[in-house]
T-cell receptor, first 114, second 109 residues
Framework: GAGVSQSPSNKVTEKGKDVELRCDPI?????LYWYRQSLGQGLEFLIY????????KSGLPSDRFSAERTGGSVSTLTIQRTQQEDSAVYLC????????????FGPGTRLLVL | AQRVTQPEKLLSVFKGAPVELKCNYS??????LFWYVQYSRQRLQLLLR??SRESIKGFTADLNKGETSFHLKKPFAQEEDSAMYYC???????????FGEGTQLTVNP
């Protein structure tokens, strides 16, 4: 079946502009995660959605970052007033519920803020 | 707070040599440990998890709670093993993973 998809694959924007990144999870996966991978860094957790529960937003680095998940499927990560330090690869993953579940990753969106 | 440490950013071995990628974690509860791998131009994917106690592509990893380690081992490295390897920790509080910074493994011919 289809894996996790993300769009756009690449995004170049100017400092101060808003950007939206999209994630389509695997059908039937109730859990969805956003991570950020900066150059030379590991994967940094941003936010986690599980079913209809309130999302775990504890990893969002500032109030410029927000995410929503509509209808328990597609998710959008929004970065407002982008800064150069926001440049990174943004990865989305989905899984079945449970801490032992395999997370399936998308190809990522490479964001460059000029 | 939980933490994962991979002390080697780069590791280079020759084909046929043994390889060990180190991973140490810090977590006061009962951990779930994973190794994820990213081959060149491919997406990140699960390699193995400690709960399965299985060998994947010749790799094994044993959870050592006394040393808080989950090192990844393979007795005879192959060129196709060249990739970025991430150790990850799951906790009792949910499914989010805490990743290490990764080790870039290069297997030379």
């Amino acid at each position: 079946g289809a894996g996790v998809s993300q769009s756009p694959s690449n995004k170049v924007t100017e400092k101060g502009k808003d950007v939206e990144l999209r994630c389509d999870p695997i059908s039937g996966h109730t859990a969805l995660y956003w991570y950020r991978q900066s150059l030379g860094q590991g994967l940094e957790f941003l936010i986690y959605f599980q079913g209809n529960s309130a999302p775990d937003k504890s990893g969002l680095p500032s109030d410029r970052f927000s995410a929503e998940r509509t209808g328990g499927s597609v998710s959008t990560l929004t970065i407002q007033r982008t800064q150069q330090e926001d440049s990174a690869v943004y990865l989305c993953a989905s899984s079945s519920p449970g801490r032992s579940a395999t997370q399936y990753f998308g190809p990522g969106t490479r964001l460059l803020v000029l | 707070a939980q933490r994962v440490t991979q002390p080697e950013k780069l590791l280079s071995v020759f084909k046929g040599a043994p390889v060990e990628l180190k991973c140490n974690y810090s977590y006061s509860g009962s951990p779930e440990l994973f190794w994820y791998v990213q081959y060149s131009r491919q997406r990140l994917q699960l390699l193995l998890r400690h709960i399965s106690r299985e060998s994947i592509k010749g790799f094994t990893a044993d959870l050592n709670k006394g040393e808080t380690s989950f090192h990844l081992k393979k007795p005879f490295a192959q060129e196709e093993d060249s990739a970025m390897y991430y150790c990850a920790l799951g906790t009792a509080s949910g499914s989010r993973l805490t990743f290490g910074e990764g080790t870039q493994l290069t297997v030379n011919p």
